[in-house]
């Protein structure tokens, strides 16, 4: 129970420990995926039969772009994007007993959110903008795309089959929605600020005169802030926003399959943010991000594992080089066991007996000080490594590089646990990365569990020497309390490592393979100087 208690608690002070790096315009872009409006749009000879009467045109001017809004057998918004509107949103105005806006209303929100969509999106595609050959100039029939000729292909974020089915995401740049949806949770320039359009568009419904909108229509204060504050929940665990430069990163959206634009950030604010952020945090995510683009711009997941795994090298030798002296005093506190033993044994009774116990305890402090040994030197570097960890967590929880990508289908910013328990699809073609995460977990755990226990296998080797001429109460009790420490710890390790992103895992593992091989040269180091000791003794 203690050793559950110790992971949960763990878990949620990790969680908080390092400050999100998401500006608002990063945010904006992340609710858009979730929700994309109840409107479907389609051109004119596309439009289902079942809503031939309903659907509307788009555009004055334009009979080629339509819209129509889909409901269920129960009345309920079926298109594909509302799903979060639905089934969040609505299901818990309903059963909180609040009013619920007008099918107009948000018909009109998303009538807007086109509008501005397609008017930013024309703009980044015509030929006077300084960015054409980067967003290529759109004709239609040999005439600059506008709002009187843009066709359904410019508009939806996703392609669509004969059956008028969403199916696979259109790159970010190939459609209005795609690229500019966002700004239905943003601002116009010079006010840009989150939820600046939506509040305007909405305060412009409840004053309309317009038929289904007014304030009856229009979302309440309650409904509103609700609203907002779910939105903001269900992207409250992204925090994958330190980008050294401007980019598409991520899988956000219900099916996990929309990267959205994050804004580039630098040193200054990363400051802002705190003092372990601009200390640590940012300079740990700004060399994954720097040596991930430096292998492959193209960010298939090969650049972010291997930018990982030299990331953990660096800060495990900067780690080895703080604790090295603390490293060496520990592993010789480890060697001297066999003389400890001797003491502990010469006196049985120091559990209970208070002379003992003073004795036993100065001839101990006078062995550590003739090898000179600093029986709380750990304490010392946990002030250093703790705080590292927690940085170290932090930068990789929000690099944007490893939120991009995916090593033998594994995103290396989802859990473990999420992808360990999800059997979707043909799960034995490991088209989840079910079996790479498996995999990834029990290397991990193993090498966790060796680079703990070594050092114990070690002194148990070298106590094999010493015979135990009585039993000692106290010698008994401190090493198995000596004993649950550990294994609580390595119990602990194991657990955030099922349930921190798959980067921590891959940090810990090659971590745990760094600790072996720091703890075989600290013997050979404190071995050697045993060697000339005893040189020197029998000379």
Not at 69 to 77: A, E, L, R, S
Not at 263 to 272: I, S, T
Not at 375 to 400: D, I, N, T
């Amino acid at each position: 129970m203690g050793v559950a208690a110790l992971g949960l608690g763990g878990l949620l002070l990790l969680s908080g420990c390092t400050a999100s790096f998401c500006s608002p315009a990063d945010q904006a872009n992340m609710l858009y995926p979730y929700d994309q409006g109840v409107t479907v749009y389609c051109d004119k000879e596309d439009i289902p039969e079942a809503y031939a009467d309903s659907a509307f045109q788009i555009f004055e001017g334009n009979d080629v772009l339509y819209g129509y809004i889909p409901k269920d057998d129960n009345g309920n918004f079926s298109a594909p994007g509302a799903a979060f509107l639905r089934d969040t949103v609505l299901a818990a105005a309903a059963s909180n007993g609040q009013q619920i806006p007008s099918d107009t209303y948000f018909a009109f929100i998303d009538q807007k959110t086109v509008e501005v969509a397609v008017d930013a999106f024309i703009e980044a595609h015509s030929e006077d903008n300084p960015e054409t050959e980067k967003n290529e100039e759109i004709l239609i029939d040999g005439e600059p795309l506008s709002r009187l000729n843009i066709t359904a292909e410019y508009v939806n974020a996703y392609n669509v089959d004969e059956e008028g089915n969403q199916t696979t995401i259109k790159p970010i740049d190939a459609a209005a929605l795609r690229e500019f949806g966002h700004l239905k949770y943003w601002g116009p320039e010079g006010n840009e600020a989150l939820w600046a359009y939506f509040d305007a568009w909405t305060d412009e419904a409840r004053l309309s005169t317009e038929p289904g909108l007014g304030y009856l229509n229009c979302p309440s204060a309650d409904f509103e802030n609700s609203y907002k504050t779910q939105a903001l929940n269900k992207i409250a665990a992204a925090r994958s926003c330190i980008a050294t430069q401007d980019g598409n990163y991520g899988h956000y959206g219900p099916d996990n399959e929309w990267d959205v634009a994050i804004e580039g950030k630098d040193w200054g604010y990363a400051w802002q943010k705190g003092f372990f952020e601009g200390l640590l945090v940012f300079p740990i995510a700004w060399l994954t991000d720097t040596i991930a683009y430096a292998i492959d711009p193209a960010m298939t997941g090969v650049p972010q594992i291997i930018a990982l795994c030299l990331v953990t090298l660096i800060v495990r030798a900067f780690m080895v080089l703080v604790s090295f002296r603390s490293t060496i005093s520990q592993q010789k506190m480890q060697a001297l066991q066999p003389q400890l033993a001797k003491l502990q044994a010469k006196y049985p009774n120091s559990n209970t007996n208070q002379a003992q116990q003073q004795r036993l305890a100065q001839e101990q402090m006078a062995l550590y000080k003739r090898n000179k040994i600093h029986p709380f030197s750990s304490m010392l570097v946990l002030v250093v490594q703790f705080p590292l960890f927690l940085c170290v967590w932090g930068a990789f929880q929000g690099s944007s590089v490893l939120s991009s990508g995916a090593v033998l289908n594994l995103r290396l910013s989802d859990t473990i646990s999420t992808v360990f328990f999800n059997f979707t699809g043909e799960w034995y073609l490991n088209s989840t990365g079910w079996w790479t995460a498996l995999v990834l977990f029990i290397f991990m755990a193993a090498a966790q569990i060796v680079s703990m226990l070594l050092p114990q296998w070690i002194n148990k080797k070298r106590l094999r020497k010493v015979a135990r001429l009585t039993k000692n109460p106290a010698q008994d009790k401190n090493t198995k309390t000596m004993k649950w420490v550990m294994y609580g710890m390595m119990v602990f390790t194991i657990i955030m490592g099922f349930f921190l992103p798959s980067a921590m895992a891959v940090y810990w593992f090659i971590g745990a393979l760094i600790s072996m091989v720091q703890t075989a040269i600290t013997q050979a180091v404190i071995a050697k100087q045993d060697k000339k000791k005893k040189e020197r003794r029998y000379r």
